[in-house]
C-alpha cells in the first residue's frame, strides 16, 4: 500500500489529505504538523478569537469522514527531509518513508533584528500567539503594531474594542497600500482614526528601550512611543528550511506547475497553501504565492488530485489553474472583500461611493480587470467576480 | 435522500463566498444578508460540501 506524508497540518493539509481521498487514494496518510492542533481557522485570532479568548477547538475545521483514519502527527516539526530516499525527518527524531510528499508546511511572521529588550515583542500566527497577546491587552495598555497590513490593521481594530491604546508604526505611506492603492488605504486609516489608532507611516523603529521588557520604542525619526506590548505584523517567511539540499528552487517559496507539482526527479512532490508558488492563469504565467484564505483549499483541491493520479500510474491533469483569489477583512464592522489580484494593477479607479463609506474599486492592468474591492458593498461585487472569472478565456 | 443545510447566523458574517459554490442554495439578498435553503437534493452535496469548506467563518454545517 502507497503512503503520502504532508508536511503542515492546517487548511493546505487538511486540504490536501480529503482531495488525496475524494480522488480515490486509499494508502496511508501521515500528517505532520509543528503545533499540537489540528487543523484551525487563523483569521480569528486578530479577531474575535483575540477579543473573547482563544478556544482552539471551537476553531477547529470540520474534517470529512473520509480522512478519519489520517495518522496526525503533531507538536514535532519536519526538520529535514532526503527526496531522493523518500524520507521526511521531524525533530523528534522520527523519521517517515513515503512514496508521495504534499508541502503544506506555511509560513511563519517575519521578525526583524530590532536592538533592546526582546521581552514584550509578539507576533500572531498561532493559537498560542493569539494566547499570549490576549492576556496583555488591556483598557489603558500601551499597543504598538509594526507593519499596516491586514492583521496589523485587524489587530489594532480589535485591541482599540478592547480599550488599548493602540499606535501603528509602518514604512508603508497608508495602510494595506499594496493590495488596496493608496487611495482606499487612506479612507481605511481615515475609519482606524476614528477609533482613536495612531499612525506613524514612512517610519520604521530603530530600537526598543526598557530594563529586560519593552517599555518605549524610538522611531527612525527619533520620535519615542509607549509600548507595552508590541505586535509584529511586517509579513512572512516560508517555512521551506526543511527541504534544503533537495535541489528545489525555493527562492520565493517552493515553486510548482499548475497542477500544483513541484519539479523534482525523484519522488511525486506537491505543495499547497502559503508556500505553494504557482501560476493561476487568470493573471498571466508569473508563479506567485498567494497568502489568502481560500488559497490553500483550491491549491488542495488541485494538489490532492494531481498526487492521487501520481500514485496511481496516471497523467493528472495539467490543465490551467484558475482559482479566484478572495480576501476579506473586518475593521470596526467594516468588510472590505476582494476578487482577484487587486495588488498587480497599475490603475485604480472608485467606481462607487466615496473610500470614507461603502465603496466599490477596481483594478485595472494592460489586460483589462484583474481585481476588485468593496467595502461594505459585498452583494454587489458578484458580476466583478464574474468578470474577472472570464480571464480564463 | 437530501442534504440538510444549516448556518450558524451568529457566526455568519455574509461574505457571500457560500453562493459561488451553491448558488441554487445560498444567496445574498439585496440588503446583502445570507438566505439559504435548507433542504437539497442529494445530488446537489458535493457543492454544498464546497460552500461550507470556502466559508471564511465555518460558519456552515451539512448533513
Known sequence: MSSVVIVGAGLGGLRAAEALRANGFTGTITVVGDEVHLPYNRPPLSKEALAGGVDVPGLEFRRKASIED????????????????????????????????????????????????????????????????RDRLRPGTHVLIMGAGFIGCETAATARALGAEVAIVAIDEQPMVRPLGAELGAGMRRRHEEHGVRFHLGHSIDSFVGDDHVQVAVLSDGTELPADVVIEAVGSVANVEWLAGNDLDLSDGLLTDSAMQVATSSAPVVAVGDIARHPNALFGSVARRIEHWNMPTETGRRAGATLAALLAGDEPDRGPFCAMPSFWSDQYHHKLQSFGMPGIADRIELVEGSVDGPCIVEYHDASGLVGVVGVDRTQELAPYRKQLAARAG | MTVKVFVDMDKCQHYGQCCFEASDVFELDEDGKLQYVAEADESRRDDIESAADVCPMQAISVE
Do not use: C, K, N, Y
Not at chain 1, 502527527?73 to 527531509?81: C, I
Not at chain 1, 523528534?92 to 526582546?118: E, H, M, N, Y
Open chain 1, 70 to 133: 489520517v495518522d496526525w502527527r503533531l507538536g514535532s516539526a519536519a526538520v529535514s527531509s532526503d527526496l531522493a530516499e523518500r524520507t521526511v525527518t521531524l525533530a523528534d527524531g522520527t523519521t517517515l518513508a513515503f512514496d508521495g510528499l504534499v508541502v503544506a508546511s506555511g509560513i511563519r511572521p517575519r521578525r526583524l533584528p530590532i536592538p533592546g529588550p526582546q521581552e514584550g515583542r509578539h507576533v500572531l500566527r498561532t493559537a498560542a500567539d493569539a494566547h499570549a497577546v
